[in-house]
Nanobody, 115 residues
């Protein structure tokens, strides 16, 4: 099974930017639609954005215009560029298949946005 490893999180001030990476051990096409999810403290894990095999993207309303999901097929990596970050974006971010996430999740990458 293709393994997914997230990275790129950190501490940033409100208004700042981060780029998250999701590196797959094999072809991301084998997984299907790739999504970025996040889980804030005390809350459930929710989808943030996804990208289809054909490159179609979609975002939840709260991040539209601020986040961009993209991929590098040659590197088997999916990215999440996050701009104009807000304190409410603070969460652990994960990548996984969408809409049916695989049972195994990576360790995620933590994003903390200070006000």
């Amino acid at each position: 099974q293709v393994q997914l490893v997230e990275s790129g999180g950190g501490l940033v001030q409100a208004g700042g930017s981060l780029r998250l990476s999701c590196a797959a051990s094999g072809s991301i096409f084998s997984i299907g639609v790739m999504g970025w999810y996040r889980q804030a403290p005390g809350k459930q894990r929710d989808l943030v954005a996804y990208i289809t095999r054909g490159g179609v993207t979609n975002y939840v309303d709260s991040v539209k215009g601020r986040f961009t999901i993209s991929r590098d097929i040659a590197k088997n990596t999916v990215y999440l560029q996050m701009n104009s970050l807000k304190p409410e974006d603070t969460a652990v971010y994960y990548c996984n298949r969408w809409p049916s996430p695989r049972d195994s999740w990576g360790q995620g990458t933590a994003v903390t946005v200070s006000s």
